[in-house]
Structure formats: structure tokens, C-alpha cells
């Protein structure tokens, strides 16, 4: 059932988009269809990575699957950048960080059987992979507070850092590549039901396109949404747009947790967060040079301390190897405090 209601959603996209060109509709409903369009579209492309991952096996397959999975998160930073937004990006990337460790792990865990047994060992690697990139943040964001936080030093103290998650994180996958490569010589043909190839690279290529065409609607609306609503930008950018860029890795994640698969589903949500710290954070810093206004990894210490909080907090619930409800309510608690800190915080 709940996949024939994304796959009618998709039609938000269409909608919005003649909304947007046909119509004098005002920018508050623009960024609430644009929210929603993105949700069924990043499904879509999970969905068609992993149709492409059972041609290409496990190790190309899981490369895709990271690649494509941030691919709206990516896409809406972009052009944030490019309507020179540094907040709304730096909220919706340690947004994206914080909501998978606290609000997705933690009803994951309410949701799943309690008590049961989860890859402790490959957990707690992930939240250290977080906990690195938050310590390697450190550097921009102290300068960030020493003076202009969007200046041309922090810029440059930025470009390293970006560099080095980045490198990280393909030795990391590379590694992984090289530990499938002998399983992939050997893999089964594509299960029964999957889709070709070449349906997967173009249900990919059109829900990728579609997602870029909303994500501009959305950023272009997001000021005129936050001034109706009373709330700031960064605000904005921290919890909606953040939880609206994963809505579909965060759904498939508690649909699996129900089925009992519980050790794939709290991978799914902590992993999200590492590939944010050390694959899309990167990334746009990256591309970021290539607009007139490059990015500033100068984060809030609100945002610095709720990202390394969350991966110490994490950490302590995983320790054991298993699942537990309790913990999975305290972790949602702790993501509802973090709102309200970033609620009261207000600006630098």
C-alpha cells in the first residue's frame, strides 16, 4: 500500500513545477508542494539504485546506493550556494547529520522488536566516521567566530578539511570495493522483478533531473515560508529541509525496523549520517568553489555540539549490541531538545 502512495506522489513533482510556472501561486505554497514533491522523488531514486545494484553487485551496488541516496541533499545545497544561502546549507547538512542519529536511529528502535541483536562493531564505526568530521569542523568553525564567518580565510581553511573527509571516505570505499570483488565474480543473476538496466539509469536520470528542477523551487521559497511562518531561516533549513532530503531513506528505514530486520535498518540510519559528514559535506564545500559565493564550513557551536552529542549519545545506546526501545524514545527526546535549542538559539 504504501509503495502504490509514492508512487502516485511522484506526481507532486509535475504539480509543482506547472504551479510554479503557470500559476501566481504565492512562495509559501510553492515551498510546502516542493517539500513534498522531494519526498516520493528521493525514494524514487533509492529505488532505482537498487535495481541497479542487482546488476552490478554488492560493491558497485552499495557505492551507487551512497552516491545517489544523498543526491537531493546534495542538489538542494547546491543551490542554496548558488542563491548565496551559507546558512540554509550548513543548517540542512548538520540537520541531515543530526535527524538520522537521534530522530531516525531512535524510532527505528521503537519500531523494531526490542531487544534485538544489531552490528555493533560496524555501528560504532560509522558514529566514529562522525565523530571525526565533526573534530576536522572544528577548525573552520573557529574561525567562523573570530571574525566574518563567510570570509575568504575560512573559505581556505575549509578547502583541507573538505579534502581530507573526502579522501577518507573513498579509502573507505575503495577498501569495501576491494573485500566485494571476489563476490561479484561469483554473483547470482538479478533477482526475479527487477528492473533492467537501462529502466534503473533512467528512472534515475529523470527522478535526479526532477529533483534538481524542485529543490530550486524550494530554495527560491524558503525565505518568503520562513517570514510567514515566523520562523528563520536556519530553523528552517536545520529540521524541515533537512528531515524532507532523507524522508525516504528515514521511511524505508522504520518500514524495515518493523519487519524485524533490525540490523539493516540502524545501519541504514547511521551510515546516512556518515556518508553526510564525509561524502556531502565535502562535496558541495568542493563544488562550492565554483560559485561566486564558495561555502564556509563556519557551523554553529549549536550545530557542532548537537552533531557531537548526537554521536556520543549514539554511541553509548549501540555499545551493547542491541536494540531497545527505551533508548529509541530517549534518542527522539533528545532530537525534540535539539530542535528547541536550535529554536531558542536564534542567530550567532
Do not use: C
Amino acid at each position: 500500500m504504501h509503495r502504490q502512495l509514492l508512487w502516485g506522489s511522484l506526481l507532486l513533482a509535475p504539480a509543482t513545477i506547472a504551479v510554479d510556472k503557470l500559476t501566481g501561486a504565492g512562495d509559501v505554497a510553492l515551498f510546502v508542494l516542493a517539500a513534498a514533491a522531494l519526498i516520493p522523488l528521493a525514494w524514487l531514486i533509492g529505488e532505482a539504485t537498487e535495481h541497479a545494484a542487482e546488476h552490478t553487485g554488492p560493491g558497485i551496488g552499495g557505492f551507487l546506493n551512497a552516491s545517489f541516496g544523498n543526491a537531493p541533499e546534495l542538489i538542494v545545497a547546491l543551490f542554496a550556494i548558488g542563491a548565496n544561502l551559507p546558512v540554509v546549507v550548513r543548517g540542512s547538512l548538520s540537520g541531515s547529520v543530526i535527524s538520522n542519529l537521534l530522530l531516525v536511529y531512535g524510532v527505528t528502535q521503537v519500531a523494531g522488536p526490542d531487544g534485538a541483536k544489531v552490528d555493533r562493531r560496524s555501528l560504532l564505526l560509522q558514529v566514529g566516521l562522525v565523530a571525526i568530521a565533526v573534530v576536522a569542523l572544528v577548525i573552520p568553525t573557529t574561525l567562523g567566530y573570530t571574525g566574518p564567518p563567510e570570509r575568504h580565510t575560512v573559505v581556505v581553511a575549509s578547502v583541507p578539511v573538505a579534502a581530507a573527509l573526502l579522501l577518507l571516505y573513498l579509502w573507505i570505499v575503495g577498501r569495501n570495493l576491494r573485500r566485494h570483488r571476489e563476490h561479484e565474480r561469483d554473483r547470482e543473476d538479478p533477482d526475479e522483478g527487477t528492473w533492467p538496466m537501462s529502466t534503473a539509469l533512467a528512472a534515475l536520470a529523470v527522478a535526479t533531473a526532477a529533483t534538481a528542477w524542485v529543490s530550486e523551487i524550494l530554495v527560491h521559497s524558503l525565505h518568503a515560508f520562513a517570514s510567514a511562518v515566523g520562523l528563520s531561516e536556519f530553523f528552517i533549513a536545520v529540521v524541515i529541509v533537512a528531515i524532507v532530503g532523507n524522508a525516504a531513506e528515514h521511511g524505508g528505514a522504520i518500514l524495515i525496523a518493523r519487519g524485524g530486520k533490525m540490523r539493516l535498518a540502524t545501519e541504514i540510519a547511521i551510515s546516512s549520517s556518515a556518508q553526510v559528514g564525509l561524502l556531502v559535506i565535502p562535496v558541495v564545500t568542493l563544488l562550492s568553489l565554483f560559485f561566486t559565493h564558495p561555502l564556509a564550513l563556519s557551523f554553529r557551536w549549536t550545530e557542532m555540539f548537537a552533531m557531537g552529542g548526537s554521536a556520543a549519545v549514539v554511541a553509548a545506546t549501540v555499545w551493547d549490541g542491541r536494540s531497545h526501545r527505551r533508548e529509541g524514545m530517549l534518542l527522539v527526546l533528545a532530537y525534540a531538545a535539539a530542535v528547541l535549542g536550535f529554536l531558542l538559539g536564534g542567530g550567532r
